[in-house]
């Protein structure tokens, strides 16, 4: 079945670090991929998506783009801020199974001042 | 204000009772769906439902039901709780044409704990 696995965290960093967050995925078809970010007590929110092969998607300086020939779709931002702490969750949707996500398991950000 | 509402939030009960966990959406979203997350395991799908009076299993639906009445409200029913359901639950829903198709937007969560 499909699955998705990204960098097990926590991810520790201090601010204005770059981040990079590794997600691989395996899937049949041509999915779309997308990121989520759950802040500390909240839901789920779309960070950014990327529907075919070789697009960027892009929102609030993270940066990701859909790599058909790695599976990847690697998370990226170039300075981070405290604000940014939070746990991130690559996730795919393939029109089969009524659109459902499968999402990865989670990479915990915490970034220090 | 688009929402996803769960209640109750926090909830801690005993194995064996009854309880049920509400969702409701004011976006009249045809797609809604239950979700728990569990650490290093990220979030699996228990239920999903297209529609209303259309309901479906997910990837871990075991002791759980759910019913689709109406459209906005998409409740969680644990007949009989136990332990291993202790978890952060949450309810998602999103639009039918295909551009809502890529946003889902998703309630702030129900932590339970199964004693």
């Known amino acids: 079945g499909d699955s998705v696995t990204q960098m097990e965290g926590p991810v520790t960093l201090s601010e204005e670090a770059f981040l990079t967050i590794n997600c691989t995925y395996t899937a049949t078809g041509y999915p779309s991929l997308f990121w989520y970010v759950q802040y500390p007590g909240e839901g789920l929110q779309l960070l950014l998506k990327a529907t075919k092969a070789d697009d960027k998607g892009s929102n609030k300086g993270f940066e990701a783009t859909y790599r058909k020939e790695t599976t990847s779709f690697h998370l990226e931002k170039g300075s981070v801020q405290v604000s940014d702490s939070a746990v991130y969750f690559c996730?795919?949707?393939?029109?089969?199974?009524?659109?459902?996500?499968?999402f990865g398991g989670g990479t915990r950000v915490l970034v220090k001042p | 204000e688009a929402q996803v509402t769960q209640n109750p939030r926090y909830l801690i009960t005993v194995t064996g009772k009854k309880l049920t966990v509400t969702c409701s959406q004011n976006m009249n979203h045809e797609y809604m769906s239950w979700y728990r997350q569990d650490p290093g395991l990220g979030l699996r799908q228990i239920y999903y439902?297209?529609?209303?009076?259309?309901?479906d299993k997910g990837d871990v639906p075991e002791g759980y039901k759910v019913s689709r009445k109406e459209k906005r409200n998409f409740p969680l029913i644990l007949e009989s709780p136990s332990p291993n359901q202790t978890s952060l639950y949450f309810c998602?829903?999103?639009?039918?044409?295909?551009?809502?198709?890529?946003?889902?937007?998703f309630g702030a969560g129900t932590r339970l704990s199964v004693l």
């Open positions: 439902s297209m529609n209303v009076e259309v309901t």
């Open positions: 998602a829903s999103r639009g039918g044409d295909v551009a809502a198709k890529n946003i889902q937007y």
């Open positions: 996730a795919l949707r393939k029109r089969a199974a009524g659109n459902k996500l499968t």
